[in-house]
């Protein structure tokens, strides 16, 4: 008979402390590697799932040192705004901002600055010289609607402008001593060339650990599958400014996956690809050689997975991180250790098996950051999860991008839920990345590096398990 290999998972194991030079949690740094060329300020990705990850998720979590990969299970026209959303959350300058022509009237110009999401407006001819600015406070002072911009704009003679050179601290000090808003940036004729605002600023100070790009724009992810409309996607994603790109099917170790990557990365040479799932060594070799950026590994460990029910297939995932770890260690390609993640003391286990960060879903479920109505049952509250091989995600997939796939035929792979409401992922990913920062501490570890070096793990029983988690408390009355 064949021998069968033990597997683990989280779950079943501890890590050993060790005597540490910590002085102190803070101690501990959390950068990481996504993938060869993008670093994290903390080693957390938010899945590409259609309950999980749209712009709001994304810009949260990138303001707290994470990544979002916004999901794929919308047209190609709504993922791009997605995308775009997150990029035009902050910045160093706008470089191409909203402009209203003066004789347009109020009523345009307030839909226009409602579909755009701006509180206020530059006017300007055709010539794109600067006018004025329509602020909020102007727009609250019109008579009426029909009024037109140049009648209620602050105008020119009275506004404090900067010009191409004007660096960052310059700005913040004109914008506080002036008690302004919003700074519009001119050149020698005048003419805008960018605008930077208060808000922006503030965003910049307060989110220390934030993942920005060149542009002070945050970092933020797109997803793509192997068929269909992929390729067409993935050009509009990169050109909306993704960062990186996840290909992301259900067994990534396949000929599809080969073609694709191949393509992508003919498409869009410069782009990062993120590739995934596989379980396995010899998964992660290949998709190596075949040129992804990084991988996703776990095949079945999802909160809202059934494959390994229905499959058969599948490995418990630390034994899955360990083996694909080291086999990407060669390579230099980092690794997300995707699904399983329930609790902080996981992600340090993960990070200790050799993953560079880790992707969640169902432990984000039901923040406020996620897409979905919030519901109410009672005094309760809850949102929806779903896994994206679920019924339900078939049929959105149907109407939404128009798969042509008989739904009699779907055989799900995930499942629906309601979780209840968490209230606000700041709180939570807080939460994760301290104990992380505590793992890290009884590891001696000051960097991810090293927790990926010094985590010695020891097997536990059913009676270590209990052992670990609050038990034989008894409840008052
Ligand atoms: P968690 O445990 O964080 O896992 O909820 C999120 C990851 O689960 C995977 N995923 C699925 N796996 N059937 C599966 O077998 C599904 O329907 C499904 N949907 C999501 C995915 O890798 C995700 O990041």
Known sequence: MRAIPLALTYDDVLIRPKKTTLLSRSQAITKTKLTKKISLNIPIVSANMDTITEAKMAITLARLGGIGIIHRFMTIEDNVEEIKKVKR???????DPYIVDPFRTIKEAKEFSAEKGVSGL??????RKLKGILSRRDLSLA???????????????????????????QARDLLRENRIEKLPLVDEDDVIVGLITSADIKNLTAYPLANIDEKGQLIVGGSVGVRGDYLERAQALAEAGADVLVIDI???????????????????????????????????????????DALKVGVGPGTACITRLVAGAGVPQLTAVMEAAEVAKKFGVPIIADGGIQKSGDIVKALGAGADTVMIGGLFAGTDETPGLLMSRGEKKYKVYRGSASFAVAQRRQTVNQEKKNLNEVVPEGVESTIPYKGSLTELVGQLVG????????????????LQMNADFVQITNAGLRESGPHDLQEVK
């Open 435 to 450: 104990g992380l920062k505590s793992g890290m501490s009884y590891t001696n570890s000051h960097t991810i590096s090293e």
């Open 122 to 127: 530059l006017v300007a001819n055709g010539d």
């Open 89 to 95: 959350a902050q910045n160093f300058i706008i470089t």
């Open 250 to 292: 259900a067994h990534g170790h396949s000929e599809m996956m080969f073609n694709a990557l191949k393509k992508i990365k003919e498409l869009l040479p410069e782009m990062e690809v993120i590739a995934g799932n596989v379980a396995t060594a010899e998964g992660a070799r290949d998709l190596c050689e075949w040129g992804a």
């Open 143 to 169: 008579r009426d609607d029909s009024q037109l911009v140049y009648e209620i704009m602050t105008s020119r003679n009275k506004l404090v402008v900067g010009n191409k050179t004007t660096t960052f601290d």
